[in-house]
């Protein structure tokens, strides 16, 4: 069946240092890709998503490009704040009119001053 | 709009105990969808609703019971609560219309520990 991996955390930087989080998919069909984030003791935000090949999600300086070829969904930002630390989910729908979301394992990122 | 609402925040239940995790939203979204979160794993989907009335399984229903009698309330319950049901527990919906209809809103979760 369809399934999400994520780079294992967790991801500890420096403030302003570049963010990388990986994330690759499964998937039989085109699913949309989606990257959530989890700030501590809060549920689950959307941060951005992308629903066909090559497009690109970007919210609060966070990009993701949505990569066919590769079967990848990768996040990145350029300069990170402490105000980023939070679990970061990358998830995939299923399509279809229920929309199931089908979720990475998670990446915990800390970021220090 | 207080968007998706989960009570309680916290639970510890003992071993054969039963309980019910309300789920509340006034967006008037017609899909509703439970999920749990175990430690250093991503969500999985417990139940999801597509309306009052309609209600499915997801990947792990085992051991949990849904009901969705009015489009805003979607509690979950738990008959015989066993140490596997000790998890993050967190509702989403979706809306059917509009630009976001791909989108799932979460509740802040409910944290359940059986002893």
């Known amino acids: 069946g369809d399934s999400v991996t994520q780079m294992e955390g967790p991801v500890t930087l420096s403030e302003e240092a570049f963010l990388t989080i990986n994330c690759t998919y499964t998937?039989?069909?085109?699913?949309?890709l989606f990257w959530y984030v989890q700030y501590p003791g809060e549920g689950l935000q959307l941060l951005l998503k992308?629903?066909?090949?090559?497009d690109k999600g970007s919210n609060k300086g966070f990009e993701a490009t949505y990569r066919k070829e590769t079967t990848s969904f990768h996040l990145e930002k350029g300069s990170v704040q402490v105000s980023d630390s939070a679990v970061y989910f990358c998830?995939?729908?299923?399509?279809?009119?229920?929309?199931?979301?089908?979720f990475g394992a998670g990446t915990r990122l800390a970021v220090h001053p | 709009n207080a968007g998706v609402t989960q009570t309680p925040k916290f639970r510890i239940l003992k071993i054969g105990q039963s309980m019910t995790l309300q789920c509340t939203q006034d967006?008037?979204?017609?899909?509703m969808y439970w999920y749990r979160q175990d430690p250093g794993m991503g969500l999985k989907l417990i139940y999801y609703?597509?309306?009052?009335?309609?209600?499915d399984k997801g990947e792990v229903p085992n051991g949990y019971n849904v009901s969705r009698s009015t489009t805003e309330d979607f509690p979950l319950r738990l008959e015989l609560a066993a140490p596997s049901q000790t998890s993050v527990y967190f509702c989403?919906?979706?809306?059917?219309?509009?630009?976001?209809?791909?989108?799932?809103?979460f509740g802040p979760g409910t944290r359940l520990t059986v002893l």
């Open positions: 989403a919906s979706r809306p059917t219309s509009g630009g976001s209809t791909d989108t799932q809103y």
């Open positions: 998937a039989t069909g085109y699913p949309s």
């Open positions: 992308a629903t066909k090949a090559d």
């Open positions: 998830a995939l729908s299923e399509g279809g009119g229920y929309n199931k979301l089908i």
């Open positions: 967006m008037n979204h017609n899909y």
């Open positions: 609703s597509v309306g009052a009335g309609i209600t």
